[in-house]
């Protein structure tokens, strides 16, 4: 049974990840747009991960004998000054998402959940990822985006072959 704190927090939870979904698949859209197939394709990837994240959550509340409730989802922004602003947003969003998963620990920690202590360590370690991945690019962008356009071109290149594995699903799932 889960208790009624952390269960509402999950839902929070579940609501921000697809948020972070749509706002990767608009700046997707924005890339595209923009002409620059490789950052859309990255930011693609980005928003099926996304997807997962929430879908994770939603089959741990199932599971533990909660109950999901699916909220509204807040429109996205859908333009950027630059690649370097849309990758700086990035990085701030998921500063606020770590955030929220530390709360979720310390609400899982208050109500003795252990369980939940240990689900969430996966998305404790997703979050360094998520990142290190956003600030790595933001680093590159600030050097290259204004002085270099022949590096944005390679950048955005590499940037194509990235492709989506859904890391929260383990064999048995
Ligand atoms: Fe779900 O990690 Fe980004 O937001």
């Not at 998921?94 to 240990?118: F, P, Y």
Request: proline fraction near 2%; avoid cysteine; hydrophobic fraction near 40%.
């Amino acid at each position: 049974m889960l208790d009624k704190k952390i269960e509402k927090a999950y839902n929070d939870q579940i609501n921000a990840e697809f948020w972070s979904a749509y706002l990767y698949l608009s700046m997707s859209a924005w890339f595209q747009k923009e002409n620059m197939p490789g950052f859309a394709n990255w930011m693609y990837v980005q928003y099926q991960e996304e997807n997962t994240h929430a879908q994770k959550f939603f089959r741990y509340v199932n599971e533990r004998g909660g109950t999901v409730v699916l909220q509204p989802i807040a429109k996205v922004q859908t333009s950027w000054k630059s690649a370097t602003d849309a990758f700086k947003d990035t990085l701030e969003h998921e500063r606020k998402v770590t955030a929220m998963i530390n709360n979720l620990v310390d609400i899982a920690k208050e109500v003795k959940d252990h369980a939940s202590v240990s689900f969430l360590n996966w998305y404790v370690d997703e979050q360094v990822e998520e990142e290190a991945n956003a600030e790595s690019l933001l680093q590159t962008l600030e050097k290259i985006e204004k002085k270099a356009p022949g590096a944005m071109y390679m950048l955005d290149k590499e940037l194509q072959a990235r492709t989506f594995v859904d890391a929260t699903l383990t064999p048995a799932e």
